[in-house]
């Protein structure tokens, strides 16, 4: 097996297991210290810059090479998580629909892995996979972002298997990495408003598991599975997309939610906080009314 599949499956089932938890269903209330916004820079330069002639031509070697793969028999990684769609049920779907179809296996999740560019990985899919070039070129696909954001979020329960939470979290924490894509990005301007507010609810629902687990345990200890690196991505990807509508309105969030640093790991009473700020922050881009934090449905 390639080096590169076996550090991408050896990175996938190590976050895979931390966000799981223990045999008897929790998960450790902190993790190593990190800064919430870490990253964002380099997001936004990578949103922002597309595919230079080097990268272009890189791909397109890569496109290639697959393709000879293909007629040689080769079966890719993940194969069998491929949906296995005919092209005439493809085109019969909505955006929506094809997206939360194509997503919902973590094939997207796991070929990202196999890159150090999220433009490898989705240039493999397109490749290899049947719908997500059409996904990916349709002039409504922004319609099929938000409806797998909301799709992983519906899906995170308090009261779910330890799994369902963490392929929900993790396909939270994929979506975003397409809005660079060049024929992504292209279709996402003048959507991006719907976008960040998909971010918002899915903040919301994050804001309420961690209610829910905490409600559930009688102690500031999550259950199944608590990953502060998730909703942290989903804010600095709505910040991305916030910072194309305003500048101004852009650095005065950013200020808002640069603090805290947690120095000695973080602890889930101290997350929820900041989420909810970051709910609140990220309505005004959005548009959307202010709102208290979510809560769990009851079962």
Not at 71 to 94: N, R, V
Not at 114 to 141: M, Q, T, W
Not at 237 to 247: I, K, R
Request: charged fraction near 20%; glycine fraction near 8%.
């Amino acid at each position: 097996m390639p080096r590169y599949i076996v550090v991408g499956l050896w990175l996938f089932l190590g976050f895979a297991a931390a966000w799981a938890g223990d045999d008897n269903g929790t998960a450790p209330a902190t993790r190593p210290a990190f800064d919430p916004l870490a990253g964002l820079d380099l997001a936004i330069q990578q949103y922002k810059k597309g595919l230079d002639p080097v990268e272009e031509a890189r791909l397109k070697k890569m496109e290639d090479a697959l393709k000879e793969s293909l007629k040689s028999g080769w079966k890719p990684t993940w194969s069998h998580l491929d949906a296995k769609m005919t092209d005439k049920e493809i085109e019969s779907l909505s955006t929506a629909e094809l997206s939360r179809r194509l997503f919902d296996s973590g094939l997207p999740a796991r070929t990202l892995l196999l890159y150090d560019s999220a433009n490898a990985g989705i240039r493999r899919l397109e490749v290899l996979y049947k719908g997500y070039k059409e996904l990916f070129h349709r002039p409504d696909c922004w319609k099929g972002l938000v409806a797998s954001m909301d799709y992983y979020a519906t899906k995170i329960d308090v009261h779910a298997q330890g799994t369902v939470n963490v392929n929900a979290i993790t396909g939270l924490m994929t979506v975003p990495m397409f809005y660079s894509y060049p024929s992504i990005r292209a279709n996402i301007t003048g959507h991006e408003r719907e976008i960040i507010a998909a971010h918002v609810r899915a903040l919301k629902k994050i804001s309420a598991y961690l209610s829910a687990s905490v409600a559930a345990t009688g102690k500031d200890k999550p259950k199944r599975f608590f990953a502060p690196m998730a909703p942290c991505g989903v804010i600095r990807w709505a910040l991305v997309l916030g910072q194309g509508l305003s500048e101004q309105q852009y650095q005065a969030a950013r200020a808002a939610l640069s603090q805290p640093k947690w120095a000695g790991g973080v602890v889930a009473s101290d997350m929820r906080p900041y989420i909810d700020e970051a709910v609140i922050v990220l309505q005004q881009f959005a548009n959307l009314p202010a709102a208290g934090p979510a809560t769990q449905p009851r079962h």
